[in-house]
């Protein structure tokens, strides 16, 4: 039987290589995307003798026009259909908005935001054709508080998703916003962020985001919030002022 082809973006590093090791335990064929060669073809090796799957790998920079072509080329080919998209690949900028160039805001925008829905206008045709396919962004719980323009992008993709996910739910296709708060990655280390006023308790493992987001999606959630204490924090968040939400999500910077 064959099995079915999930492409992950990001994948070499955190949340993203942990949705290519689920993937792969479950018997997916894998395309990894992200920009470093050499660490995409060491996850490849390792992912295909664990789990006997098919590991392509795809070098892109997903802030270009071109990497974001050649992974949108990949997406749209017929023969090898992916049923699966992770648009997970992202960075956040360490500076104030007003400090920041305003490249590098255009890079973070079209990273968060712009690549994934152009990756998901990419992959609609052949999963709407097919009548089956799976879409998981990644985004934060950032989204749901005011937190410069990294929440803001967040809050685009939450919004994305809960429009796909009723439009093309009943077709087949569905799609989730998986919003983590803290996890354990590489991600504030490359922000150059200083996380010591992070308490311990307000950290997540890749493993847990990740397995309740698939899960989610499985079950036809728009928005996944993994973890009960991460849900009651922004059941809360609605109910207090913007400022006091603000300083709890700047909390390590
Ligand atoms: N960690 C957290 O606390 C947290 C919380 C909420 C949401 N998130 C979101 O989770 C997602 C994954 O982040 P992470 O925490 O797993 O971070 P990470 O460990 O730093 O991994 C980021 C991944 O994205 C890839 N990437 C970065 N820039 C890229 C580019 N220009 N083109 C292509 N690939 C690129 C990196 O690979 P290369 O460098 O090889 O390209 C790497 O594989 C992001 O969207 C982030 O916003 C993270």
């Given amino acids: 039987m064959e099995r079915p082809i999930a492409l992950i973006t990001g994948a070499t590093s955190g949340i993203g290589a942990e949705f290519a090791q689920q993937l792969g335990r479950s018997q997916h064929d894998l395309v990894l995307v992200a920009r470093d060669v050499d660490r995409l073809e060491a996850k490849a090796v390792r992912l295909r003798t664990d789990f006997g799957v098919e590991v392509e790998i795809l070098s ?7 990497g974001v072509a050649s992974v949108c080329a990949r997406l749209a080919e017929p023969a090898r259909p992916v049923t699966v998209l992770v648009n997970n690949a992202g960075f956040s900028l360490v500076g104030a908005f007003e400090r920041n160039t305003i490249d590098e805001e255009a890079a973070h925008l079209r990273i968060l935001a712009q690549t994934p829905m152009e990756l ?5 045709p052949l999963m709407l054709a097919r009548g089956k396919g799976q879409i998981i962004n990644i985004a934060s719980v950032s989204a749901f508080i005011p937190r410069g323009t990294y929440g803001a992008a967040k ?3 939450v919004s994305f998703s809960r429009f796909a996910n009723l439009r093309y739910g009943p077709k087949g296709v569905k799609v ?22 992070v308490r311990s308790w307000m950290w997540l493992n890749a493993d847990q985001v990740v397995r309740e987001g698939l899960a989610d999606n499985a079950a036809g959630k728009a928005v996944s919030i993994p973890s009960r ?6 059941a809360l968040s609605r109910l207090v002022p913007d400022r006091l939400a603000a300083a709890a999500g700047n909390r390590g910077r």
Wanted: proline share 2%.
């Fill in 155 to 157: 809050s685009w993709l």
């Fill in 60 to 66: 892109a920079d997903l802030v270009t026009d071109s």
């Fill in 229 to 234: 204490r991460y849900a009651t924090l922004m």
């Fill in 120 to 124: 998901t206008h990419a992959v609609l």
């Fill in 176 to 197: 989730t916003a998986v919003c983590p708060g803290f996890v354990h990655t590489e991600f504030h280390e490359r922000m150059g962020a200083n996380m010591g006023g």
